[in-house]
C-alpha cells in the first residue's frame, strides 16, 4: 500500500535549523514535493524534487534520495511565522495526477 | 487576485442535503483536482478531472460524489446525500500557476455537516 511517515511535531526556537523527515512507500514515484499549510489555510507549495541531491530556495532546501525512498526539508534562520504544518507529498505517475500527502509535521516555532 | 477561487468558504449542511461546492480555476488550465482534509488530518485526494472528464479517484469518490464542468470556467463538486463524515475542509487545485512544478490550491470550503 502507499504509505508517507513523517514527525508527527517538532518544536523549535526562532533562528534555528529543523529537518523534517519524509520515508514513502508508494506504487510509482516521479517526484517528492512539500507543501507548509496554516491552521485553515489552503496548502501552499514550498518544494520539489524529482531527482536526488538538494534543492534550495531561500530559506528552504529539501533533499531526495529515491534509492532510500527518503526525503526532508530543512528549514534555516526559523521565524515564528514559520509555524505550521508540512506535508510532504509523492506524486506517483508522471501525467498530472493526483498527489498522495504524507499526515504532516506540526511544527511549533517559539521565540 | 487568487489563482484558484473557491465558493462558498464556509457551509452548512443538514444531513442528508447535497451540497455543490464551486472552483474556478487557473484559467485555461486542463487538469483540475479535489482534494479533501477532514479537521487535524492529511490532505486525501478524491478525484481529477482533465479535459471534462474524470481521469482518476479515490476510493473515497464514490457514488455519492460528482463533478463536472457546467462552463467554460467552473468546477463543481456535488456530494449527494451528506454524511456527518463529509465534513471537512474541501480544497480544488490545479498544477501550475506560480509555481513551476507544484500544485496550486483553493482557500478551500469548509463543509460542516450537522
Known amino acids: 500500500g502507499q504509505s508517507l511517515e513523517q514527525p508527527s511535531e517538532v518544536t523549535a526556537v526562532e533562528g534555528a535549523i529543523v529537518q523534517i523527515n519524509c520515508t514513502y512507500q508508494t506504487s510509482g514515484f516521479y517526484g517528492l514535493s512539500w507543501y507548509q499549510q496554516h491552521d485553515g489555510g489552503a496548502p501552499t507549495f514550498l518544494s520539489y524534487?524529482?531527482?536526488?541531491g538538494l534543492e534550495e530556495t531561500g530559506r528552504f532546501s529539501s533533499f531526495l534520495s529515491r534509492s532510500d525512498s527518503y526525503g526532508y526539508l530543512l528549514l534555516q534562520e526559523l521565524q515564528m511565522k514559520d509555524s505550521a504544518s508540512y506535508f510532504c507529498?509523492?506524486?506517483?505517475?508522471?501525467?498530472?495526477?493526483?498527489?498522495?500527502f504524507g499526515k504532516g509535521t506540526t511544527l511549533s516555532v517559539s521565540s | 487576485e487568487p489563482e484558484v477561487t473557491q465558493t462558498p468558504s464556509h457551509q452548512v449542511t443538514q444531513m442528508g442535503q447535497e451540497v455543490i461546492l464551486r472552483c474556478v480555476p487557473i484559467?485555461?488550465?486542463?487538469?483540475f483536482y479535489w482534494y479533501r482534509q477532514i479537521l487535524g488530518q492529511k490532505v486525501e485526494f478524491l478525484v481529477s478531472?482533465?479535459?471534462?472528464?474524470?481521469?482518476?479517484k479515490s476510493e473515497i469518490f464514490d457514488d455519492q460524489f460528482s463533478v463536472e464542468r457546467p462552463d467554460g470556467s467552473n468546477f463543481t463538486l456535488k456530494i449527494r446525500s451528506t454524511k456527518l463524515e463529509d465534513s471537512a475542509m474541501y480544497f480544488c487545485?490545479?498544477?501550475?500557476?506560480?509555481?513551476?512544478?507544484?500544485?496550486?490550491f483553493g482557500s478551500g470550503t469548509r463543509l460542516t455537516v450537522v
Open positions: 507529498a509523492v506524486r506517483e505517475s508522471q501525467a498530472g495526477t493526483a498527489l498522495i
Open positions: 484559467s485555461n488550465h486542463l487538469y
Open positions: 524534487n524529482a531527482l536526488d
Open positions: 487545485a490545479t498544477p501550475g500557476g506560480t509555481t513551476t512544478y507544484g500544485y496550486t
Open positions: 478531472f482533465y479535459n471534462n472528464e474524470i481521469s482518476e
